[in-house]
């Protein structure tokens, strides 16, 4: 496994916006800490999907081989542009990029664009886009779309890194 290089890792909290188009306050939400996020009792007005802000986080971890962007909340429509402008601080036709989708729980129509957008980037430069992707119905988004064989796509780091090298077989099996 490859090294570290400096082992800068950054971690940015997009801003958010309400489902309703404002940006919406940064009070809704305590932390962008994954895990730490307040959540109102179950059943009550607070707690409900369509007032909850669509909120995003990316953290950049820079690799010798790679960046590995990892993503914890929503990739949509809203958090989509920020995301894009955050992740192009590397250029995907110059440095490989590994997209986590571990901690997406939403994946809408414009954030698999964008996802799009940054293999295109990648590929005019002679390139791929990585991505993680261990949660089976956002796997299952990425066959039903035809786009699974567009990336370099696996469960795990592991995988990816294999795919990108140009791997048929997954690691781990035999056969």
Avoid at 41 to 63: D, I, N, R, Y
Wanted: with cysteine; net charge positive.
């Amino acid at each position: 496994m490859a090294g570290r290089s400096g082992g800068l890792v950054t971690t940015d909290r997009l801003p958010e916006r309400s489902r309703d188009g404002p940006l919406a306050s940064h009070a809704l939400q305590a932390s962008p800490l994954p895990g730490s996020r307040g959540v109102a009792p179950a059943g009550s007005v607070e707690g409900a999907a369509a007032k909850l802000p669509s909120a995003l986080w990316v953290t950049c971890e820079t690799f010798e081989d790679l960046v590995l962007v990892g993503l914890q909340g929503e990739l949509d429509i809203y958090t989509r542009p920020a995301f894009l402008e955050r992740v192009r601080r590397y250029d995907p036709a110059e440095v490989q990029l590994v997209i986590d989708l571990a901690g997406v729980r939403l994946l809408d129509s414009a954030g698999l664009g964008g996802l799009v957008s940054l293999r295109n980037e990648a590929h005019r430069g002679g390139g791929r886009l990585g991505v993680v992707c261990p949660r089976h119905d956002l796997a299952r988004l990425f066959w039903v779309t035809g786009l699974r064989p567009a990336f370099a796509f696996g469960e795990n780091l592991a995988a990816v890194r294999f795919a990108l090298a140009g791997g048929t077989k997954r690691p781990g099996r035999s056969s």
